[in-house]
C-alpha cells in the first residue's frame, strides 16, 4: 500500500503568555520564601527588619562572589589575598538566615562585622585609589534598616565605626602603600565597581526597605477600613489621636437577632453552628454593601447596622427598609438547608443619635441615644419574621412602602409608642386593599450611595 504524506501548513506559534505568567508568580513567591528564611516566630515587625538583611545578605554574596570570579579568571596567583576575602565575605552573607534562630541581631551583626574587617583588608591591599572604602558609607543608613530603631545605640556604634574605617582607610592606604600593585586601570574599574556596588546597596535596601513598609501599610488599612467606616478611618489617619465624636439630627438603625437560634445551634453543634454563622454573617455583610449602609457590629448571633451615619444621607429609612426585606429572605434561605426552625425578629428606628470611635486597642464605631435603644426594643417586642419600625421610620417610608399598623405598645424605658409591621414595597406588597398610586414605578429599591 502507498503512503501519502500530507505536509500541514506552518503556523507561526506564539509564546503562551499565560505560561509567562505562571513562572513570574513562582519565581515571585520563590524569592518571597528566599527572603523570608529564618524570620519564622518573630513578630511581624522584625520579620520585616529580618528580611530586608536577608536581602542585603543575599545581595552583599552576589556582588562578593562576582568580585572573586573576577579576579579569579584574570590572574588566580597576583589576586589570590583578593578572592579569598571575598569568598569568605560572601560565606558570611549566605549564612546570615541561618543566624536568626540564636536572636534577631546575630546575623545583623555578624555581617556588619565581617563587612568592616573585609573592606578594611581589601583597601590595605588595593590602597584607597581603588574605592573600596567607599563602600562604608552604606553604614550610613544599612544599620537603620537591618537592626531597626529599637537598638539605636547600636545603630549609632556602627555608624561611627563605619565613619572611623572609612577615614582611617583614606589615610593609611594611599597607593604607594597598597600591599598589591595594580594598574591605573584596574584601579580605575574597582573605584567605578565600588561605587555602583555603595549606591546599588543603599538603593535596593531603601527601596525593599519602603515596599515592606508599604505593604503593612495598606494591610492595615485594609484591616481598619473592615472594622471601621471608610470616612472614620480617613479621619483617624489624619489625626490620630484626635477624638471622634459626632451627632446626626436624623438616622436609621436597624437591629436582627435570630429567633430560636440557641436550640438551632444545639441541634448543629459547634462546628457547624460557626460554619453557619459565618456563612449567614457574610451574606448579611453583602447585603449593607449593596444597600449602601454601615455594619456596627455583631454580638453573636445578633446583627446591627445604621444608615445615616458617619455621613448623613437623605433616605436613611429606605435603605435600612431594603435591607431589612432582603435580610428575611437570606435567613429564611439559610435555615432551609439544616432544616431547622429559624427566623428573625428585626427593629428600625430613625431620629437623632450620635457616634463615635470608642476603645484605644480594639477600636469599634458604635451609636447610642434614644434612637438606639428605641430599635433594640422594637426587635426584642417584634413579631419572627416580621420588621418592627417606629412612628418617624413609618413616615419616612409611608410613600414608597406598604406598613400595618401593631398598635401602642409599652417600650420599657420609653413609654408607650405606636408601631408599625413593613411588609414590603408597594408594588409588591398583598393584601385586602394595599394602597397603590398609579403615578409611582412599579418596582423601588433604595438608592446607592
Request: charge should be neutral.
Amino acid at each position: 500500500m502507498q503512503m501519502r504524506f500530507t505536509p500541514r501548513p506552518w503556523r507561526l506559534r506564539w509564546p503562551d503568555p499565560g505560561a509567562a505568567t505562571s513562572l513570574a508568580v513562582r519565581a515571585q513567591a520563590w524569592l518571597a520564601r528566599l527572603a523570608a528564611y529564618g524570620t519564622e516566630g518573630y513578630p511581624l515587625p522584625v520579620q520585616r527588619r529580618l528580611k530586608i538583611l536577608n536581602v542585603v545578605a543575599y545581595l552583599i554574596a552576589f556582588f562578593t562572589f562576582a568580585y572573586a570570579a573576577q579576579h579569579l579568571f584574570v590572574d588566580a596567583k597576583l589576586w589570590a589575598p583578593i578572592i579569598v576575602i571575598n569568598a569568605s565575605l560572601a560565606f558570611v552573607a549566605l549564612i546570615v538566615p541561618f543566624l536568626h534562630r540564636f536572636n534577631d541581631v546575630a546575623g545583623g551583626l555578624t555581617i556588619a562585622i565581617a563587612e568592616f574587617v573585609a573592606l578594611f583588608a581589601l583597601t590595605a591591599h588595593l590602597g584607597r585609589d581603588s574605592g573600596i572604602h567607599v563602600q562604608y558609607i552604606a553604614y550610613a543608613a544599612a544599620p537603620f534598616v537591618i537592626l531597626g530603631l529599637g537598638r539605636l545605640k547600636l545603630v549609632l556604634v556602627l555608624v561611627v565605626i563605619g565613619f572611623v574605617l572609612h577615614v582611617a582607610a583614606w589615610f593609611m592606604f594611599p597607593s604607594e602603600h597598597a600591599l598589591l600593585q595594580a594598574a591605573r586601570s584596574q584601579l580605575d574599574s574597582m573605584y567605578l565597581t565600588a561605587a555602583v556596588t555603595t549606591f546599588g546597596l543603599i538603593a535596593a535596601t531603601v527601596y525593599y526597605a519602603f515596599h515592606l513598609a508599604e505593604r503593612a501599610e495598606a494591610e492595615t488599612d485594609t484591616l481598619l477600613r473592615n472594622i471601621l467606616p471608610e470616612p472614620i478611618v480617613e479621619r483617624l489617619k489624619a489625626a490620630p489621636g484626635a477624638t471622634i465624636a459626632d451627632s446626626f439630627e436624623d438616622a436609621s438603625v436597624l437591629f436582627a437577632d435570630l429567633k430560636g437560634f440557641v436550640s438551632f445551634a444545639k441541634v448543629l453543634g459547634p462546628a457547624r453552628t460557626v460554619e453557619f454563622l459565618n456563612r449567614l454573617m457574610t451574606e448579611l455583610d453583602a447585603l449593607a454593601v449593596k444597600h449602601g449602609v454601615e455594619k456596627i457590629k455583631t454580638i453573636g448571633d445578633a446583627y446591627m447596622v445604621a444608615a445615616g451615619v458617619p455621613q448623613a444621607i437623605p433616605d436613611h429609612a429606605e435603605r435600612l427598609a431594603g435591607m431589612a426585606l432582603d435580610m428575611l429572605a437570606a435567613i429564611e434561605r439559610a435555615a432551609a438547608e439544616p432544616r431547622q426552625p429559624l427566623a428573625a425578629r428585626i427593629g428600625i428606628a430613625s431620629g437623632p443619635m450620635m457616634g463615635g470611635v470608642i476603645g484605644a486597642k480594639r477600636l469599634t464605631y458604635d451609636v447610642w441615644g434614644d434612637t438606639v435603644n428605641l430599635a433594640a426594643r422594637l426587635e426584642s417586642t417584634g413579631e419572627p419574621g416580621r420588621v418592627h419600625v417606629s412612628a418617624r421610620t413609618k413616615a419616612l417610608l409611608e410613600e414608597r412602602y406598604h406598613l400595618e399598623s401593631r398598635g401602642q405598645i409599652e417600650i420599657r424605658g420609653l413609654g408607650a409608642e405606636q408601631t408599625w409591621y413593613l411588609v414590603g414595597h408597594r408594588a409588591a406588597a398583598r393584601g385586602p386593599n394595599p394602597p397603590m398610586r398609579p403615578e409611582e414605578p412599579q418596582v423601588l429599591t433604595p438608592s446607592r450611595p
